[in-house]
């Protein structure tokens, strides 16, 4: 299967991670009276608003965190981090910690925050298109992602839904890289592009590439990405965690509670290259769409709807237990009574 080869990726690179890792210093080490937790994300993303929201109003820090934040630029480098012991906290799609724990693993990642139920990608065209409907694609060249990968899976899904065999009716192009996509289609490649922000929005700007459907909004309530961490690092530092995610729901009531425009203000330190105005209408488009939950609590339904769609890609072939995988006691003590 395919989730095999993303495993093997993992596995690949963790001993030489491992290696790394024991070099690095301060890693749950206190400096100042705060303690370290290294954070791998899977993409920097307006996406992830509420988290960025958390860093900057210095939430973490209230909590007694000194959070480093790092890139990692796809859910197989994400959670070899996390796997290495590199990243004390990876945040990435859930699907990762299935497959590994699915191939044995025994230090497996347990998901305990989720932050977004929606999917954060947009399909975008070479024209504008007022009445966009799934079945324009039929027989066309789109720009995918990674095959196991979350945006991947979920477009297929909305295709599936949209009586459109992935397979069959569209030609999927997966052999691009993910920060390379919008460059892609800029270039010539593709009659469409799935793309996150800020990249869909770039290529309006440029004219190069128009919006014209939402996966968000057209593949439904999807828990899209959440929190996890290694077995062995929650029973070592549960009070970490819990104070990790007080930050994290401090920062989520924050963009339930104030307008894009405050949002962005709050987190334009995060993407200088992108000005102001931008970052209000990306996280207006975020925000329209109810892509941020009014909690972190990772549910059983949206687990067993995640299962559904990984099953129905091809991707699994047995269900995995939700009480080893999530654990949803530090979301439920700390969400808004």
């Given at each position: 299967m395919r989730k095999t080869k993303l495993i093997k990726r993992i596995l690949a690179g963790s001993s030489a991670m491992l290696m790394m890792a024991a070099a690095l210093c301060g890693c749950g080490s206190k400096e100042n009276g705060l303690t370290h937790v290294t954070l791998n994300e899977v993409a920097h993303s307006i996406f992830y608003a509420p988290q960025y929201v958390a860093i900057e109003k210095g939430y973490f820090a209230e909590e007694g965190i000194d959070l480093e934040l790092v890139t990692g630029f796809g859910a197989d480098k994400t959670m070899s981090a996390l796997v290495s012991g590199e990243a004390d906290i990876g945040f990435m799609g859930a699907e990762a910690s299935i497959y590994l724990y699915s191939e044995g693993a025994s230090d497996y990642a347990v998901n305990f925050a989720q932050l977004t139920q929606r999917a954060g990608n947009f399909l975008v065209a070479r024209k504008p298109i007022d009445d966009f409907s799934w079945d324009m694609l039929k027989g066309k060249e789109v720009i995918g992602g990674r095959k196991g990968g979350m945006p991947e899976m979920v477009f297929?899904?909305?295709?599936?839904?949209?009586?459109?065999?992935?397979?069959?009716?569209?030609?999927?192009?997966?052999?691009?890289?993910?920060?390379?996509?919008?460059?892609?289609?800029?270039?010539?490649?593709?009659?469409?592009?799935?793309?996150?922000?800020?990249?869909?929005?770039?290529?309006?700007?440029?004219?190069?590439?128009?919006?014209?459907?939402?996966?968000?909004?057209?593949?439904?309530?999807?828990?899209?990405?959440?929190?996890?961490?290694?077995?062995?690092?929650?029973?070592?530092?549960?009070?970490?965690?819990?104070?990790?995610?007080?930050?994290?729901?401090?920062?989520?009531?924050?963009?339930?509670?104030?307008?894009?425009?405050?949002?962005?203000?709050?987190?334009?330190?995060?993407?200088?290259?992108?000005?102001?105005?931008?970052?209000?209408?990306?996280?207006?488009?975020?925000?329209?769409?109810?892509?941020?939950?009014?909690?972190?609590?990772?549910?059983?339904?949206?687990?067993?709807?995640?299962?559904?769609?990984?099953?129905?890609?091809?991707?699994?072939?047995?269900?995995?237990?939700?009480?080893?995988?999530?654990?949803?006691?530090?979301?439920?003590?700390?969400?808004?009574k």
């Open positions: 297929e899904y909305i295709l599936k839904k949209n009586n459109l065999d992935p397979m069959a009716d569209v030609n999927i192009n997966q052999s691009i890289d993910f920060g390379s996509t919008a460059a892609a289609f800029s270039g010539g490649q593709g009659d469409y592009s799935v793309e996150f922000e800020p990249a869909a929005t770039a290529l309006e700007a440029s004219g190069e590439g128009y919006v014209v459907a939402s996966l968000g909004v057209d593949s439904g309530y999807v828990p899209y990405t959440s929190y996890c961490t290694r077995k062995s690092y929650l029973a070592d530092n549960k009070d970490t965690i819990k104070k990790f995610t007080k930050a994290l729901q401090k920062g989520m009531e924050y963009v339930n509670s104030h307008t894009p425009a405050e949002i962005a203000e709050v987190i334009a330190p995060q993407f200088e290259e992108t000005d102001v105005k931008t970052i209000e209408t990306i996280v207006t488009r975020y925000y329209e769409q109810d892509t941020w939950k009014d909690n972190l609590v990772f549910e059983e339904s949206s687990f067993d709807l995640l299962q559904n769609i990984l099953m129905d890609a091809g991707e699994l072939s047995n269900r995995v237990p939700y009480d080893k995988l999530v654990d949803t006691e530090f979301a439920q003590e700390v969400k808004q």
